[in-house]
T-cell receptor, first 115, second 110 residues
Framework: DGGITQSPKYLFRKEGQNVTLSCEQNLNHDAMYWYRQDPGQGLRLIYYSQIVNDFQKGDIAEGYSVSREKKESFPLTVTSAQKNPTAFYLC??????????????FGPGTRLTVL | RKEVEQDPGPFNVPEGATVAFNCTYSNSASQSFFWYRQDCRKEPKLLMSVYSSGNEDGRFTAQLNRASQYISLLIRDSKLSDSATYLCVVYRGSQGNLIFGKGTKLSVKP
């Protein structure tokens, strides 16, 4: 089955720790995205990548880092510099780099809680 | 003004009702528009794209008014399974970025 997987589903972290969220897709999509969603808020773009070995900052990149070494993988690291990391993190992908009419497909998300 | 604005609701309607959601966007250069559905604690899923001429998919009708910069979603004959949050989404530009509204919550009651 083609799709996007994210792991873990729930993650608890102590303050001051870095943590890496996994995102894998087997849809052969070029573009991948990371969003965060807070209660009652819209999704906000953290980082996106339109091609392997290249990525761009989104609207709220501070305190986060990413890599795109393989087409199918786009891990997100939440660093200790992120002031308020508790949120629902969603990874998405779309078929091509120019998304005029492209649907973005989402993974099931990771709920991160900082204790 | 926020890029994409929606009435947060909640809209509480009985089964069989017709309900309409509106969404306004601020960037007149926005090129494409979508409605996504998000169930509680789940990921968003595309409900339908919105085309300039308006489009219909079963009980769902989407319309776009570029002059007034708003998008609408009409749901006819509401079902219990329509209960969800509906996200208005606007394509920002050449970087492939989507801008998401905060969503409108719909609750369909028996």
């Amino acid at each position: 089955d083609g799709g996007i997987t994210q792991s873990p589903k729930y993650l608890f972290r102590k303050e001051g720790q870095n943590v890496t969220l996994s995102c894998e897709q087997n849809l052969n999509h070029d573009a991948m995205y990371w969003y965060r969603q807070d209660p009652g808020q819209g999704l906000r773009l953290i980082y996106y990548s339109q091609i392997v070995n290249d990525f761009q900052k989104g609207d709220i990149a501070e305190g986060y880092s990413v890599s795109r070494e393989k087409k199918e993988s786009f891990p997100l690291t939440v660093t200790s510099a992120q002031k308020n990391p508790t949120a629902f993190y969603l990874c998405a992908s779309s078929p091509s780099r120019v998304a005029l009419y492209n649907e973005q497909f989402f993974g099931p998300g990771t709920r991160l809680t900082v204790l | 003004r926020k890029e994409v604005e929606q009435d947060p609701g909640p809209f509480n309607v009985p089964e069989g009702a017709t309900v309409a959601f509106n969404c306004t966007y601020s960037n007149s250069a926005s090129q494409s528009f979508f409605w996504y559905r998000q169930d509680c604690r789940k990921e968003p899923k595309l409900l339908m794209s919105v085309y300039s001429s308006g489009n219909e998919d079963g009980r769902f009708t989407a319309q776009l008014n570029r002059a007034s910069q708003y998008i609408s979603l009409l749901i006819r004959d509401s079902k219990l399974s329509d209960s969800a949050t509906y996200l208005c989404v606007v394509y920002r530009g050449s970087q492939g970025n989507l801008i998401f509204g905060k969503g409108t919550k719909l609750s369909v009651k028996p």
